[in-house]
Nanobody, 115 residues
């Protein structure tokens, strides 16, 4: 069974940084495109960033220049480095493979940006 476990969230002040981690199991991680998504309170889950098998990346316009996605295939882990955090980044953050047959999602990790 495919499993994603996210971690690294927390409470941070505006302008601060966090690094999220997501460890996957039940699949051949190195052969999967991986993505980060977030779901603000009262809103739908939205795309944040994606990293391809070859390491190429793309991030949403709302986080461009502030968030960086990376992966470590030896650890079956994808990361999201978040810098210069803003209040609008407050959300539950999730990772998944792309595409995501079976619609597997982890429990997410909460990021709260507040002074």
């Amino acid at each position: 069974q495919v499993l994603f476990v996210e971690s690294g969230g927390g409470l941070v002040q505006p302008g601060g940084s966090l690094r999220l981690s997501c460890t996957a199991s039940g699949m051949l991680f190195s052969n999967e495109t991986m993505g980060w998504y977030r779901q603000p309170p009262g809103s739908q889950r939205a795309y944040v960033a994606i990293i391809l098998i070859n390491g190429n990346t793309h991030v949403a316009d709302s986080v461009k220049g502030r968030f960086v996605i990376s992966r470590d295939n030896a650890k079956n882990t994808v990361y999201l480095q978040m810098n210069n955090l803003k209040s609008e980044d407050t959300a539950a953050y999730y990772c998944s493979r792309v595409p995501n047959p079976g619609n597997y999602w982890g429990q997410g990790t909460q990021v709260t940006v507040s002074s």
